[in-house]
């Protein structure tokens, strides 16, 4: 084998391992099934909005990148599946993009049935606990 091909081979390896483990901590973090699973959507004290915002949408969509360049870089076969990979990096790459804004918020589609629960309550929280601030620098 030659140097470029081998360099290639460990790279869409690399890659593809990322990506998986992306998708992993993807489906992990979204089932919530255990208490270290649900942490990142937060609690009453605060929410975590860079662990939030990466577990919906960041980490799912840096999976998919690195799946898509590693079947790009993948030699004799990558120049034709990046012809289907590349739109779908794209794609994906202006969904990270928004996930990392912010400012902008995500639509509860993008949130597990069992997290939007919590959102409202860690809202209605925050707000009792913004309103009792506001009253005690009235006085």
């Known amino acids: 084998m030659s140097d470029q091909l081998t360099t290639r081979l460990l790279v869409a390896a690399g890659l593809t391992l990322v990506g998986v483990f992306c998708l992993a901590y993807t489906a992990w973090a979204r089932r919530g099934r255990s208490e270290r699973a649900r942490a990142w959507m937060g609690s009453e004290f605060g929410e975590r909005l860079r662990d939030e915002r990466w577990a919906v949408l960041g980490a799912p969509m840096f999976g998919v990148m690195c799946l898509c360049f590693a079947a790009f870089v993948a030699p004799v076969v990558g120049i034709y599946l990046g012809l289907v990979t590349l739109p779908l990096a794209a794609l994906s790459f202006v969904l990270f993009l928004w996930a990392m804004?912010?400012?902008?918020?995500?639509?509860?589609?993008?949130?597990?049935?069992?997290?939007?629960?919590?959102?409202?309550?860690n809202r209605r929280v925050e707000a009792a606990w913004k309103q009792e601030f506001r009253r005690r620098r009235g006085r």
Do not use: G, N, T, V
């Open 101 to 121: 804004m912010y400012f902008i918020p995500l639509p509860d589609l993008f949130y597990p049935r069992w997290d939007r629960p919590l959102r409202e309550r």
